[in-house]
């Protein structure tokens, strides 16, 4: 009753996001309006959430009517080293950055997870980035650039390895660095188990999806893991770029580059099958070609986990047969419905304290999974009841966030898929 009665209705809402800046009077009278006429009306709160406006816990603040977090303060402005070899040391020693941006007539910027961030307010000056350049390649490895070619290198420095891409613009050429890293002493481990488990299966191919990038790199790293630490068996990894260095325990760990170890994608399943592979891992799979290697590895008799972009596991599998080509599609369509072990899309939930928990939603092999694929009824899939999927269903593990209070109803609401939530008392 106390909850309750501390909120504030919509007219007062509204005010407060003219007052705070979060939308303009016009903005907020357009959503006030859309909010009365939906049947039933929709709280203004979750129209500021669902337009982008306020992220779902500074509007359950905003709904209470607390005081807004600050916004974090900039970071502090970075002096990055004068000559190229400093600066290497720098990023692999001084910094946790995944990626250093380089471009020229802008500030520099640092890839932190998702999130791109400036190190200074002024660019680097044009000398010094061509110096840089020339450190990198050399005066004749820079002629590339001119047929709007990009060149990459590793370098090895005495703190470790760094992966330089220079890359053709419209205002220069445009460096970018990724270190190689060790792999942290202690992972997140955030991979929910019903995923996990997915690890220790011994043949057949294991979808990973997810709108988040960095979400599905973390997810193979500890997929990675789990090979490494539970089963003694030869893994290959495939990657576009190396970013960590994986140790092998009781696995054979083995890690190449698409464009460094082999051409494509497609290119560098078919060498790893040449390996004698138990486990192949690849990550960032989007090549109809590579999609279609990796469903007749997984047919074989290998284990093979992909992450691919993806929201819910019935949308991924439609994406890896409708990429196909026509005379493609049937093919991969029956060998899926002879290999796919498990879909699992992911998802990130920050509970009120701002710690992240991973959502699964798992979508197994089952009877019924394996009849729509044989019988092209991939549109039917919705339709299918969860508990005849054997589904793992990721709202579920929303819901209970939701009801020990970990995470406001806005937050919930912003990742439930298919579960209505009942309306406030």
């Known amino acids: 009753m106390a909850e309750r009665s501390s909120r504030i209705d919509d007219t007062q809402l509204a005010q407060r996001a003219v007052e705070f800046g979060i939308a303009s009077p016009r903005e907020v009278r357009a959503l006030l309006e859309r909010a009365r006429a939906s049947d039933p009306p929709t709280p203004l709160l979750e129209l500021l959430v669902a337009e982008h406006l306020l992220p779902a816990r500074e509007a359950e603040r905003l709904a209470r009517g607390e005081p807004l977090a600050p916004p974090p303060p900039p970071p502090p402005e970075t002096a990055l080293p004068e000559r190229f070899e400093d600066l290497l040391g720098w990023l692999l020693t001084e910094t946790r950055h995944d990626e250093l941006w380089l471009p020229p007539g802008s500030p520099p910027l640092a890839r932190c997870g998702e999130h791109l961030q400036p190190l200074a307010p002024t660019p680097v000056a044009a000398e010094t980035l061509h110096d840089w350049q020339l450190a990198c390649f050399g005066a004749g490895g820079l002629a590339p650039l001119a047929g709007g070619r990009t060149i990459t290198r590793w370098i090895v420095h005495p703190a470790g ?104 994608y497609a290119g560098a399943l078919a060498s790893a099958l040449r390996q004698d592979p138990d486990v192949i891992v690849v990550s960032e799979l989007r090549e109809p070609d590579a999609m279609a290697t990796a469903v007749q590895a997984a047919e074989t008799g290998h284990l093979v986990i992909c992450s691919v972009h993806g929201t819910d596991p019935e949308q991924t599998v439609r994406h890896l047969v409708d990429v196909q080509s026509h005379t493609r599609r049937d093919l991969v369509r029956v060998a899926l419905a002879a290999s796919l072990q498990a879909v699992a899309a992911l998802d990130e939930v920050c509970d009120l304290e701002g710690q992240p928990h991973w959502i699964a939603d798992v979508l197994p092999r089952s009877e019924a999974l394996v009849r729509l694929l044989r019988e092209d009824r991939l549109h039917q899939l919705e339709t299918v009841s969860p508990s005849a999927l054997g589904r793992v269903a990721g709202d579920e593990q929303v819901l209970q966030l939701l009801r020990a209070q970990r995470i406001g109803r806005l937050e919930a609401l912003a990742h439930l898929r298919a579960t209505p939530l009942a309306p406030r008392p």
């Open 161 to 264: 390895r760094v992966r330089v891409w220079l890359t053709p613009a419209e205002a220069g050429p445009t460096l970018r660095l990724v270190p190689l890293r060790p792999l942290p002493d202690r992972l997140p481990h955030r991979l929910p188990p019903a995923v996990a488990r997915l690890a220790h299966l011994p043949r057949g191919l294991v979808v990973l999806a997810s709108a988040r990038r960095a979400l599905r790199r973390q997810a193979l790293t500890e997929m990675i893991e789990v090979l490494a630490h539970n089963r003694a068996v030869h893994v290959v990894v495939i990657e576009p770029t190396l970013r960590v260095a994986l140790p092998s325990e009781r696995a054979l760990v083995v890690q190449r580059e698409v464009g460094l170890h082999a051409a494509s």
